[in-house]
């Protein structure tokens, strides 16, 4: 992976999707597997990047599941949890349809570092390849990254009711790809999205 140190923001998530999903006593099972010197991540400090692969490694041996299955699963819980709404919101104001969303993703990195500066995430590279056929990739030192974002992606076209085709097609280098064709933009009903949340009423009614 590298020498470089990694936000406590993705360990920290790594952490929560399993506490929310698994229970927090195998999350402390897998951070005694990890030989952590502590019980949580802490999400502004920083981290040595190995920890990444190593809390992966010891996931995979404790749920019995490929890594790349598992990053897909964190990608669906970052924005299919409840705990995880503001992401979903965020995500929803790229665009009021799924292809509008995709379009979208090229500046996700950008606006992320706005909220978080020091956070650095890979860069997105969406091309089209004909009518409702896309090709994404996803190029930085974080090795599996491509495969939480198909787990955000399937999540996001149920999110907008889209039927969507998503193929992870390997690693160039440092680049991962994604492939996907929209096959119906409107599948299905997408799940409620208001672009505030309602007003609560004050006052006594009479």
Not at 55 to 68: Q, Y
Not at 171 to 188: L, R, W
Request: net charge negative; proline share 3%; with cysteine.
């Amino acid at each position: 992976m590298g020498d470089f140190t990694m936000h406590g923001l993705i360990l920290r998530t790594l952490q929560r999707f399993l506490w929310d999903t698994y229970g927090p006593e195998v999350w402390c099972d897998i951070a005694r597997a990890s030989d952590l010197r502590f019980s949580e991540f802490e999400a502004m400090l920083t981290y040595d990047a190995a920890l990444f692969g190593d809390v992966l490694c010891a996931m995979e041996k404790e749920l019995g599941r490929k890594r790349e299955t598992i990053l897909e699963d964190v990608g669906t819980y970052l924005v299919s949890h409840t705990n995880n709404e503001r992401l979903r919101r965020l995500l929803r104001f790229g665009g009021n349809d799924f292809i509008d969303f995709l379009h979208s993703l090229d500046d996700l990195p950008g606006r992320t570092k706005l909220a978080v500066p020091d956070l650095i995430l890979p860069e997105l590279e969406l091309n089209e390849n004909g009518k409702n056929e896309f090709t994404l990739s996803v190029c930085g030192p974080i090795a599996g990254f491509a495969h939480v974002l198909v787990g955000v992606l399937r999540a996001m076209a149920d999110d907008y009711g889209a039927l969507v085709l998503l193929e992870f097609e390997g690693t160039i280098q440092d680049c991962e790809t994604i492939t996907m064709s929209v096959v119906e933009a409107d599948y299905a009903e997408g799940r409620e999205f208001l672009l505030a949340a309602p007003m609560q009423r004050t006052g006594v009614s009479s």
